[in-house]
């Protein structure tokens, strides 16, 4: 059996494409978990609300921090 193309593997419904999470994953230093959810929100063009500080550096356009409620940075 032939291993297939990466680029050619269909995604669940409603899950990211797992190249695209591989890609953000290289490019930061976050998890894949993590990543998928940068991913999802990319593709559904809508922002990602944490209060994952890493997170929030690795990916400042798509990701919004909330603050701490107990006042911590």
Known sequence: MRPRN???IEP???AAHPVQVLS???RSDCSAY?????ALAR???V???????KLAASF????IRLAD???KA
Do not use: H, I
């Open 69 to 71: 409620p107990a006042g």
């Open 24 to 26: 953000l994953v290289n």
């Open 12 to 14: 669940a419904k409603g």
């Open 34 to 38: 993590d990543c998928e959810f940068v």
């Open 60 to 63: 400042p356009e798509t990701v």
């Open 47 to 53: 922002p990602l609300v944490t209060m994952d500080r």
């Open 6 to 8: 990466p680029e050619s």
């Open 43 to 45: 593709g559904l063009g």
